[in-house]
């Protein structure tokens, strides 16, 4: 089974600029996670899906990030522009089970590594 | 989400057992007590998951107290390829994982 694909790797650019990162969740994963990890602290959740729909995007700083999941598969985090404090890595999750229930059980990929300098 | 406490920092040596605990106090009733591993450059693993008593895969067992209080991820004889950051969550249904700054394991020879 394939695991959770993320593009780029890596990522540098400048303050105020635009960037993408990419991510296919696992076949079959109705939900999808981006979080950011900056250096030396855990992942913070930034949004979920379910399917194509927002869930929870409490902590995504909406005035310069944003993300899409049009058809329900792959999806899009966006930021424009970006700050120094932005520099970190993006990591995508999925999980096949869908809202209720106790257990969720994430697989994330290797995450996209961003520099803004 | 209940919020958990873990040790900064472990360090062991090859061949011995390594046992993380994790404190959440405020756990709820439906919550799940899961572990996620996360080396270098790499995105956070699930190692296991419970709900309470003990529970054993291929890499590690997972025990809880009746109380639920708190939790116990044991390794058997670690290896230098252990060296990680171990997360300890709680919570149930599909949200979004809280993470904690974990807990960073190093295994010396």
């Known amino acids: 089974e394939a695991g959770v694909a993320q593009s780029p790797r890596y990522k540098i650019i400048e303050k105020r600029q635009s960037v993408a990162f990419w991510c296919n969740p696992i076949?079959?994963?109705?939900?999808l996670y981006w979080y950011q990890q900056i250096l030396g602290q855990g992942p913070k959740l930034l949004i979920q899906f379910q399917n194509n729909g927002v869930v929870d995007d409490s902590q995504l700083p909406k005035d310069r990030f944003s993300a899409e999941r049009l058809k329900g598969v792959d999806s899009t985090l966006k930021i424009q522009p970006a700050k120094l404090e932005d520099s970190a890595v993006y990591l995508c999750a999925s999980s096949s089970r869908p809202g209720g229930g106790g257990k969720n059980i994430q697989y994330f990929g290797a995450g996209t590594r961003l520099s803004v300098l | 989400l209940a919020k958990t406490t873990q040790p900064i920092s472990m360090d062991s040596y090859e061949g011995q057992e390594v046992n993380i605990t994790c404190s959440h106090n405020?756990?709820?009733?439906?919550?799940?007590i899961t572990w996620y591993q996360q080396f270098p450059s790499q995105g956070p693993r699930f190692i296991i998951q419970g709900y309470k008593t003990k529970v054993t895969n291929e890499v590690a067992s997972l025990f809880i107290p009746a109380d639920r209080k708190s939790s116990t991820l044991s390794l058997p004889r670690v290896s230098l390829s252990d060296t990680a950051v171990y997360y300890c969550l709680v919570g149930g249904g599909a949200d979004g994982l809280t993470f904690g700054k974990g807990t960073h394991l190093i295994i010396q020879p």
């Open positions: 405020n756990i709820a009733t439906n919550d799940y």
């Open positions: 076949s079959g994963h109705a939900t």
